[in-house]
């Protein structure tokens, strides 16, 4: 791959890509690294894209299997415990309630959420990527869905329900379900 069209691709798909390496690896120094990794392998490889949307799938792909890969090994997950443990009493809450409880997802649950919700792909799309059926990714999907509703139920508390109760009365037209 030329350099120019290399570098095209890592000015218009960084953040997705950062985004799926930060969801795996959940901190800064590490998703990068990942990201880094990626472009690296793009650059190394013999990746011809015809269009954007299969360049991006396939850095989506590629940045999910490095981290994958990273997390597999075995000095790696008693390095990530040693350094929690450390790190932990000084960590910031994000201020997105959302995004930190879709963080805590099951990988299984996370990344198809994270490729539909966030990046648009459709599930036929994301059962492609991920090589799974297109109803595996519906019902996990589904099974995500529920579990966020359940934990921002329970996060949100009495509070968030009369809060939202209250503006539901007062503004009702600007009331709209979403998909959560």
């Known amino acids: 791959m030329q350099m120019t069209e290399a570098e095209k691709l890592y000015r218009k ?6 985004s799926v390496c930060f969801l795996y690896m959940k901190n800064q120094a590490d998703a990068c690294d990942m990201v880094q990794e990626t472009f690296l392998r793009l650059l190394q490889g013999r990746f011809a894209w015809q269009d954007e ?3 991006k799938a396939w850095l989506i792909v590629t940045a999910s299997n490095c981290c994958k890969s990273q997390l597999r090994k075995s000095w790696r997950k008693k390095q990530v415990a040693y350094d929690a443990a450390l790190h932990d009493k000084g960590k910031e809450e994000p ?3 959302l995004l930190r409880i879709v963080e805590e997802l099951e990988e299984k649950y996370r990344l198809p959420v994270y490729l539909y919700y966030f990046e648009g792909y459709t599930s036929a799309e994301i059962a492609k990527m991920l090589h799974v059926n297109g109803s595996t990714v519906r019902s ?4 995500a869905r529920k579990i966020l509703r359940l934990a921002l139920e329970a996060d949100g508390g009495a509070e ?3 809060k939202e109760q209250e503006e539901s009365e007062e503004y009702p037209e600007e009331n709209v379900r979403k998909a959560w």
């Open 13 to 18: 798909y960084f953040a997705a890509v950062y």
């Open 95 to 97: 201020d997105n309630l």
């Open 140 to 143: 996990r999907l589904a099974k």
């Open 160 to 162: 968030g329900r009369k």
């Open 53 to 55: 949307e299969k360049a």
